[in-house]
């Protein structure tokens, strides 16, 4: 997927393959995949992630509608130069 992709999160399995219907059914870019969430050792209780490209504000009314939870993926800046340092100490007083 590219350009920046938000995910819905659902405790139900029906409400994440609506939701990802929808989207595909609209031309958007989805998928569906079990979410492991910290500390979670019961493969039953991990909630359903839908990731797709359509706008935050589609994704966000259908997670509404469905009773889940949006989550915007953190898109990083690219790492920039650091600024260029003095070679020679600073003085403090003059000779």
Same mark, same amino acid.
């Given at each position: 997927?590219?350009?920046?992709? !938000? /995910?819905?999160?659902?405790?139900?399995?029906?409400?994440? *393959?609506?939701?990802?219907? *929808?989207?595909?059914?609209?031309?958007?870019?989805?998928? +569906?995949? /079990? &979410? *492991?969430?910290? !500390? #979670?050792?019961?493969? #039953?209780? =991990?909630? %359903?992630?839908?990731?797709?490209?359509?706008? !935050?504000? +589609?994704? #966000?009314?259908?997670?509404? &509608? =469905?009773? !889940? %939870?949006?989550?915007? &993926?953190?898109?990083?800046?690219?790492?920039?130069?650091?600024?260029?340092?003095?070679?020679?100490? *600073? $003085?403090?007083? $003059?000779?």
């Amino acid at each position: 997927m590219s350009g920046p992709t !938000g /995910r819905g999160i659902f405790f139900d399995e029906d409400d994440a *393959r609506a939701v990802a219907a *929808r989207l595909a059914a609209e031309g958007y870019t989805v998928d +569906v995949a /079990r &979410e *492991r969430l910290a !500390g #979670e050792d019961d493969d #039953e209780d =991990h909630p %359903w992630a839908v990731v797709t490209d359509a706008p !935050g504000v +589609v994704l #966000e009314l259908l997670v509404d &509608e =469905h009773d !889940g %939870w949006y989550d915007v &993926e953190e898109q990083t800046a690219p790492p920039t130069a650091p600024p260029d340092l003095p070679t020679a100490p *600073r $003085r403090l007083k $003059r000779e």
